[in-house]
């Protein structure tokens, strides 16, 4: 289930998870022993008892990792600096059964970045999952809008779930095909 590269871990303290696949929230209470499985995007996936979870960047000193901190941005920032920040900040984002990006895996359709009425920058993304009834489609939403709110200026975030076009391998970077096979 677990290749070498997995390293044993021990819940320091009681840590909200998520289920993979299912998307169940729960808590790992402390002590819990387990094996980092993944740790990619300032998240981790951990496998507990025959079962993987995902521990949130922000909740990695539970599993003795160092917490993800937040994106900087320059005060003389251009919308080309923004978007690019966003763009780095979506490929943090990683389905937690696939060690590829979701901008590589193609799960991101659109992502545009414009103002308010108030001149306030807001961000729009449609997204979409490899396989339609995912448990984690959630999750991943969630963490899309949680990641780009982050980003200074940033101020409304709206994330969509779309299935058309329905996803395929043909939509992956070459890279991403490459590093999973799927030529």
Known sequence: MFSQTSQPCQFERDCPVVMIPS?????MPAGTAGYITQALGGSFTVFVEGNLFRVAGVDADAIGKE???PPTLAEDATEDD????IWDQLRTCYDPEIPVNIVDLGLVYRCDLDR???GERRVAVDMTLTAPGCGMGPILVEDVRAKISLI???TEVDVELVFDPPWNHMMMSEAAR???GMF
């Open 23 to 27: 998307g169940d929230e729960l808590t």
């Open 67 to 69: 917490p993800v901190q």
């Open 82 to 85: 923004v978007e690019k920040l």
């Open 116 to 118: 308010n009425a108030s």
């Open 152 to 154: 200074p200026t940033i």
């Open 178 to 180: 490459l590093e999973t």
